[in-house]
């Protein structure tokens, strides 16, 4: 799909998304990544925090807000672990369905969004931020009723250089007007649906988040509400030692059993 095709489909896009009259709030939090960068045997998000799995941390969070239900996701083989060593394990009962997820994020994003049927509101969560807090979701749940797509993220504190293919600096741009974009994000449920239907005609896309297919595919524009620099995603080990201070815990590489 070209640029012209985009703008007619922004075009064809505007209000169709407010359906559903049920205020329902669904959590999808994903947890079906390999974790590559962090070059362990498991996934990050079961990697040993304290005396729980990273994943764990995420789950209770929404299971203590005011947040209806969860829909979780991870790969085929720790569908059974993540229900029986953490749903069940710590009664995270808002837990309504795990399902599996896809090879990108945004294919395990999809597979989360269509197992939320009912919900009017979705939040989206990595799995792998296991420092958030009731402030973050509270707020995401206040913004997405006023904006419909939203998500938290943080002033950047460093100077951003954009380089070309051989490493030279090629721009510097303003910073006060750059933030680092975390997650939860909180979606329409049916805007986000209709979004990705036109992400599906049109794959060729480096998607990293939410809030970029609704840019794309919407005319709908993006909120973006303050997090906390510690909702930090877990990415490379040393982020497993800075979430381990935040929450005070000691990590493990190892799956709590
Ligand atoms: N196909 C995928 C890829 C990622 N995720 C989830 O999305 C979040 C953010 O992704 P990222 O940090 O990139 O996780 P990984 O893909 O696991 O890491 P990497 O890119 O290093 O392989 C994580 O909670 C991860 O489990 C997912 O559910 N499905
Ligand atoms: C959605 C996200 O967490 C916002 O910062 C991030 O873009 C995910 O990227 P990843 O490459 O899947 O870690």
Same mark, same amino acid.
Request: charge should be negative; glycine fraction near 6%; proline fraction near 3%.
């Given at each position: 799909?070209?640029?012209?095709?985009?703008?007619?489909?922004k075009?064809?896009?505007? +209000?169709?998304?407010? !359906?559903?009259?049920?205020?329902?709030? $669904?959590?999808?939090?994903?947890?079906?990544?390999?974790?590559?960068r962090?070059?362990?045997?498991?996934p990050?998000?079961?990697?040993?925090l304290?005396?729980?799995?990273?994943?764990?941390?995420?789950?209770?969070?929404?299971?203590?807000s005011?947040?209806?239900?969860?829909?979780?996701?991870?790969? +085929?083989?720790?569908? +059974?672990?993540?229900?029986?060593?953490?749903?069940?394990r710590?009664?995270?009962?808002?837990?309504?369905?795990?399902?599996?997820?896809?090879?990108?994020?945004y294919?395990?994003?999809?597979?989360?969004?269509?197992?939320?049927?009912?919900?009017k509101?979705?939040?989206?969560?990595?799995?792998?931020?296991?420092?958030?807090?009731?402030?973050?979701?509270?707020?995401?749940?206040?913004?997405?009723?006023?904006?419909?797509?939203? !998500?938290?993220?943080?002033?950047?504190?460093?100077?951003?250089?954009?380089?070309? +293919?051989?490493?030279?600096?090629?721009? $510097?741009?303003d910073?006060?007007?750059?933030?680092?974009?975390? $997650?939860?994000?909180?979606?329409?449920?049916?805007?986000?649906? !209709?979004?990705?239907?036109?992400?599906?005609?049109?794959?060729?896309?480096?998607? $990293?988040?939410?809030?970029?297919?609704?840019?794309?595919?919407?005319?709908?524009?993006?909120?973006?509400?303050?997090?906390?620099?510690?909702?930090?995603?877990?990415?490379?080990?040393?982020?497993?030692?800075?979430?381990?201070?935040?929450?005070?815990?000691?990590?493990?590489?190892?799956?709590?059993?």
């Amino acid at each position: 799909m070209g640029d012209a095709d985009n703008a007619d489909y922004k075009e064809s896009n505007i +209000e169709i998304f407010d !359906t559903v009259d049920e205020v329902k709030v $669904t959590a999808i939090v994903l947890a079906a990544g390999k974790g590559s960068r962090m070059h362990s045997d498991i996934p990050k998000q079961f990697m040993t925090l304290g005396d729980y799995p990273v994943l764990y941390y995420s789950l209770k969070a929404f299971q203590d807000s005011p947040v209806d239900d969860i829909i979780l996701v991870t790969g +085929e083989d720790y569908v +059974e672990y993540c229900r029986n060593d953490i749903v069940d394990r710590y009664n995270i009962t808002k837990v309504r369905k795990i399902v599996t997820g896809g090879a990108e994020r945004y294919d395990s994003v999809h597979n989360g969004l269509i197992a939320a049927d009912g919900a009017k509101y979705v939040l989206i969560h990595d799995g792998a931020r296991p420092c958030i807090t009731q402030k973050i979701i509270t707020d995401s749940i206040d913004a997405v009723k006023i904006y419909s797509a939203c !998500t938290v993220g943080v002033p950047v504190k460093d100077t951003i250089k954009i380089v070309d +293919e051989d490493q030279m600096g090629v721009d $510097t741009p303003d910073r006060s007007r750059l933030w680092q974009v975390q $997650t939860p994000q909180s979606f329409n449920r049916e805007l986000l649906l !209709t979004c990705y239907d036109g992400l599906a005609h049109d794959k060729c896309q480096v998607i $990293t988040d939410d809030t970029m297919i609704v840019e794309r595919y919407s005319s709908v524009r993006t909120k973006v509400i303050m997090g906390a620099y510690e909702n930090l995603k877990i990415t490379t080990p040393e982020d497993l030692k800075i979430a381990s201070n935040f929450l005070k815990k000691d990590v493990d590489t190892k799956m709590v059993k």
